[in-house]
Each structure stands twice: as C-alpha cells, then as structure tokens.
C-alpha cells in the first residue's frame, strides 16, 4: 500500500468511437469498438457518453449498446445501455438518443485496459458516438 496518496495528474485522457456494426454477443467477441485506452500509468475515468445518431429518414431502433472493460487480452462485458426507440423519421441527421455514465468514484482503468462498445442491432436505425473522459495518473 503506498504511503502517500496517487492523483490524476491532470492530463486529459479523452476518447470517442463511432459504433454502428451490429453485435449481439455478450461474451466480449465480435465487432467491438475501442472507446479510450488507458495511460502509461492508468486513467481514472469520469464520465462516459452514449449518442445515438439516426440516418436521415430514419427512426431510433430499440436497442441495446453494451461496454466492455478489455484488460489486453480479453473483453468483459460491464454495463448493458438500453436505448428506447425513437419518435418519427427524422429529416436530417441528428443525434436521436444521450445518456450519461458517471462510474463509481475511483473507476480506474489499468495500464494496458481499455473501454469497448457495441450495439446489439446496428445499421442506419442503432448507429451511436460513444465518448469517455478521464485523467490520467
């Protein structure tokens, strides 16, 4: 145990990944997309954010994005995000569906760890922008 307390140092550590390709394995396999990988020293994340983004003319599906905690070698699933379906066809692309995250205090990502997503359906109707923010130690 260290003998004097371990702080972010302050720099930013800020990742986004563009998530559309349908996935419905829960067991870390298939298409999974690289959110934000730890730094040097691990990365205490803050917040992360799920937007969905619809094609034109198109409407918000019901689905399910789902993150995952990847130590290096393999993914775990860690959180289940459901999205509701949306209203009417929209007549310009937009973002349709947002939700923010905010992990337990000292949600630390270890060196060589990073932050996956999926969508369980995918395509022009489940395309989403998933985004975490954090520091690094």
Do not use: C
């Not at 393999?74 to 929209?90: C, H, M, Q, S, Y």
């Not at 939700?99 to 060589?112: A, D, H, K, S």
């Amino acid at each position: 145990m260290a003998t004097t307390p371990i702080y972010a140092s302050g720099a930013l550590n800020i990742g986004m990944a563009d998530v559309s390709t349908a996935n419905t394995n829960v067991d870390g396999t298939g298409t999974i997309a690289t959110v934000l990988t730890a730094g040097a020293s691990g990365t205490l994340i803050e917040s992360i954010v799920v937007k969905g983004r619809v094609s034109t003319g198109s409407t918000q599906a019901a689905d399910t994005v789902r993150l995952f905690l990847h130590d290096g070698s393999t993914a775990k699933l860690w959180r289940d995000v459901a999205v509701a379906a949306g209203g009417g066809a929209i007549a310009a692309a937009v973002q349709n569906f947002e939700t923010t995250i905010i992990p337990p205090p000292g949600f630390r990502l270890e060196t060589g760890w990073s932050l996956r997503a999926s969508t369980h359906t995918g395509g022009a109707t489940a395309t989403y922008v998933v985004s975490a923010f954090g520091s690094d130690f």
